[in-house]
């Protein structure tokens, strides 16, 4: 697919999945964080987009294997705090906003930096789970708003996802039965062992 297309694919169906996993976590969400990174994530959109623009299919590849191996390092537990910081300050939460904000529109891929971010800072994996969820639920909005009126509607994007919606929804549901007999150790293993195919499948179609 060409990277107009990829990109809209995964945010339709990212937004779709945030829908269904962001039910019942609005109470465990750090509400001034959101705030603060929903405002970063608008700063940060229109450099997202401009990236997106000025970039070959292989470049964006090339962000994209940089991200997942980030999130490996982050699944990994590295940069994970044993107890809750004090807070980093209102330009440390805005500027984790705005990258994020220039990852959503570049790669549709606005949560590893939040995930690392509130990891390091020790906030519990509730909070942290929560607030990325609901993050979404405006992050993406935004990024498809972004690209509908800087590089149009992609139809193959379009069909593409309403093709896999349902077959989307059935993996949410079957992922939250199936993750109440996985231990946590378990969980991770399968995450880590993802991305790292995803990683090797990215870096053999360069």
Known sequence: MD??????????????IAILLARGLFKSVDITLLKRLIVGTLV???????AFQYSDITTLKIFAIVAVLFMIVSALGVFQAKERRGSPGTAVEGLVGVVS???NTVLAMPGPVVA?????????KEKTRATTLVLFLVSYPISYGFQYFSVGPSSEANDLSLALLIPTILGVVSGAFISKFISERAFRIIIISV???TAIGLVTSL
Do not use: D, K, R, Y
């Open 116 to 124: 690392a971010f509130m990891s390091t800072e020790g906030h519990s």
């Open 101 to 103: 904000g220039i990852m």
């Open 44 to 50: 940060g959109a229109p450099f997202g987009i401009l």
């Open 195 to 197: 991305l790292i195919a």
């Open 3 to 16: 990277s107009t297309a990829a990109i809209q694919v995964s945010i339709l169906l990212s937004f779709v």
